[in-house]
């Protein structure tokens, strides 16, 4: 079939078709002109289709495709096809386990402060970071924290008349809205792909920061001021170049390189405590300054 | 034994403009547990202990506590996880064997109550506690709390995104808040996307009937996975009303609805926008049903092609009976979401437009179902609560509200 019938078949764009190709998601076509495209580019289609909706990013799909004969795609279609139960898909992913560590630690940042400190963990059952940290590297990473800036209230509609109830505002409408209504005050940040719409939610950003283990607390508190601090969803903690976001005010934000300096940190401490204290001088509503 | 039907408000669209109808996929849950064997459980039971807890409420979810540990077996395994401003492991999770149990009761017993609201930190320490179990289990965290999460991550939707996170990989999340002091925006969408359920608890003494319902709701689960796949005909668009998880495309959505349990139902409902067309020509609707059936570990999938449109004249349109049921259910989803929106309004300050959305939403209500005494009876609540907005909803009371709206959309009761 040529390329065409094949989008017509599957229900994938002849642009996206091209672009897989591209990416070595699917073998070249057969050449010829038109050039000629086998039931295999369909079934591989129709699988890269139902990964994707398990939110498989490319790449990992492009690794688990890679060297399967016809059989096995097959077997692996009729596996995706119907519907696979959570445990099952559970095994594409990352792991709960891993995922955890990930939002729990940012990975290798809170093992490395853990084995710097070594205090003694009550070892929750699970796997090392490894896996968190090789998909980290991967750019795979989940969104997050940054994008808790400071944002002020939902404005009063009293201005607009109410919806009528056929047209209700769905939660996700309803953010664009007060957003247009009060630009300046809001620090955009954009949207990590992948991440659930903002349903209106007002997040407080000096606090939407890390959770901890509990008993790495106290030596982070000497460490840093964690609490306060939203850890950039970078990539490869482990490199020197993994970089913090500090989110300090709307439009202003700090750079900090993730360092395990303990001096480095106790400066980069101190600095944040200067600069909450400043920005703790300035009453919490400040939309005449704006 | 899972029966299902799908029906439409009418049977013929008008040939010559476009017109709505509500399409709904009933579906029932047997009462009957599955034979056999249930799903081993998996269940962290995350406590928060912050100062506020102290007292009854402490004492109440301790008490609770200790009797889902006594209910489980030794194929099951418990975590329980407290945090205040800290988080601790009371005890580690472990299969229920009698000699684990006592030892968690009495771990139990000695929970005191503490300082600040370490929220993530507890629930997520509770998933990990429980995120090696995903494997055939039902592997599941319940959060109960009353307060604000105060210390560590805060954000809603970024909890919502994580809970949605660990539900595809296998572990959900069920919480309950306690009181007027917790946020329900945070704990509902935690729920909703985690894949379990949100409890809305107003005082201590209810603590131990929700955890026992959630704990029985977990321990008859049926059917996992359900999905229920809609296709349309090219000239029909739809959206869903209830609060469902929807993915798929334009022309086949698909609605998961997850776990199921004896004597559950839910009955997701579609306006179905119709572009005009032929008379005489007919819309195929194609509902296909899939789940992992517990008791046999196999996976079914049902199929139904019954329901269709057929493009008519509008005096054979108008002619038509519209089915009332369908069309007051419709009605009642369009209610759920003029609270979540009047809410909206009250959190803002605007108690006028909180106002004037419940008392519309009551109008159209009683034009659509006139003669129904269960639409008549929400009819007056609305009005009610109309009322009752014009001076700002109290805490306790917007609780209420968003549990109920939450709970119609989900079909839950």
């Avoid at chain 2, 776990?259 to 032929?278: C, H, K, M, N």
Wanted: glycine content about 6%.
């Amino acid at each position: 079939m040529n390329i065409n019938e094949l989008a017509t078949a599957s229900g994938v764009t002849t642009r996206t078709i091209r672009y897989y190709v591209e990416q070595e998601l699917l073998p070249n076509p057969e050449y010829g002109y038109p050039a000629q495209y086998t039931t295999e580019h369909l079934q591989r289609l129709a699988l890269i289709r139902r990964l994707k909706e398990e939110y498989l990013p490319l790449d990992e799909i492009k690794t688990m495709l890679q060297g399967l004969n016809a059989d096995e795609l097959a077997a692996l279609l009729t596996e995706h096809t119907a519907n696979p139960p959570p445990a099952k898909a559970a095994t594409l992913l990352t792991s709960a386990g891993d995922y955890i560590n990930q939002v729990l630690g940012r990975g290798a940042v809170r093992e490395q402060m853990k084995q710097n400190y070594a205090p003694p963990t009550p070892a929750p059952a699970t796997p090392p970071a490894t896996a968190a940290r090789k998909e980290q590297a991967a750019g795979a990473v989940p969104p997050t924290l940054d994008r808790a800036a400071p944002m002020p209230p939902a404005p009063p509609a009293a201005t607009a008349p109410p919806p009528t109830p056929a047209a209700m505002p769905t939660p996700a409408l309803s953010a664009p809205a007060s957003e247009a209504a009060i630009p300046a005050r809001r620090a955009r940040v954009d949207t990590p792909p992948g991440s659930i719409a903002d349903e209106g939610a007002q997040p407080d950003a000096s606090r939407a920061a890390t959770a901890a283990f509990a008993t790495v607390r106290a030596q982070e508190a000497a460490a840093a001021p964690q609490a306060e601090i939203a850890p950039a969803p970078t990539a490869g903690a482990n490199d020197a170049e993994t970089w913090r976001r500090i989110v300090l005010w709307p439009g202003i934000e700090l750079h900090i390189a993730v360092h395990e300096d303990r001096r480095f940190n106790r400066i980069v401490a101190r600095l944040l405590e200067a600069a909450h204290r400043i920005l703790a001088e300035e009453p919490e509503k400040a939309e005449d300054t704006l | 034994m899972i029966t299902w039907k799908a029906e439409i408000d009418r049977r013929y669209v008008p040939t010559d403009r476009a017109s709505e109808c509500y399409l709904r996929v009933s579906i029932k849950v047997g009462k009957e547990t599955p034979r056999g064997r249930r799903l081993p459980l998996t269940l962290a039971l995350v406590l928060d202990r912050s100062g506020s807890m102290s007292g009854s409420k402490l004492d109440k979810a301790r008490e609770a506590a200790a009797y889902c540990v006594r209910q489980l077996g030794a194929d099951d395994q418990v975590a329980v996880v407290t945090y205040d401003d800290e988080v601790d492991i009371v005890g580690p999770v472990h299969a229920m064997t009698d000699r684990a149990k006592r030892r968690l009761l009495d771990d139990i017993r000695h929970i005191r109550s503490g300082g600040n609201t370490n929220l993530a930190g507890g629930w997520l320490t509770g998933a990990q506690e429980v995120a090696a179990q995903t494997d055939g289990r039902l592997a599941r965290v319940i959060l109960l709390t009353d307060g604000l999460a105060n210390v560590g991550m805060t954000d809603p939707t970024e909890l919502a995104h994580h809970a949605a996170e660990l539900r595809a990989r296998g572990v959900s999340t069920t919480t309950m808040g306690i009181g007027a002091d917790f946020n329900e925006d945070l704990l509902e969408r935690m729920a909703r996307h985690g894949g379990g359920h949100f409890y809305f608890i107003e005082n201590a003494a209810q603590i131990a009937d929700m955890l026992h319902r959630e704990l029985g709701e977990t321990l008859t689960t049926v059917a996992r996975g359900v999905t229920l796949e809609v296709t349309l005909p090219p000239g029909v668009e739809a959206n869903l009303l209830n609060d469902f998880e929807l993915g798929g495309d334009r022309h086949c959505l698909r609605v998961r609805l997850d776990d199921l349990v004896a004597g559950e139902s839910r009955a997701p409902v579609f306006r179905l926008i119709v572009q005009p067309g032929r008379d005489d020509t007919t819309l195929p609707l194609t509902a296909r049903l899939r789940y992992q059936d517990v008791a046999s570990g196999e996976t079914r999938e049902l199929r139904d092609d019954d329901s269709a449109l057929t493009y008519a004249t509008r005096a054979r349109c108008e002619a038509e009976r519209p089915n009332a049921a369908v069309q007051e259910e419709a009605e009642l989803l369009n209610v759920a979401r003029a609270r979540e929106s009047a809410l909206r309004y009250d959190a803002a300050g605007d108690y006028a437009g909180s106002a004037a959305v419940l008392n519309q939403a009551a109008q159209r209500l009683q034009t659509v179902a006139p003669a129904s005494p269960a639409a008549q009876a929400e009819v007056a609540k609305l009005q009610a609560e109309g009322q009752e907005a014009t001076g700002g909803f109290a805490a306790l009371r917007r609780k209420a509200l968003h549990y109920s709206k939450a709970n119609s959309l989900q079909n839950r009761e």
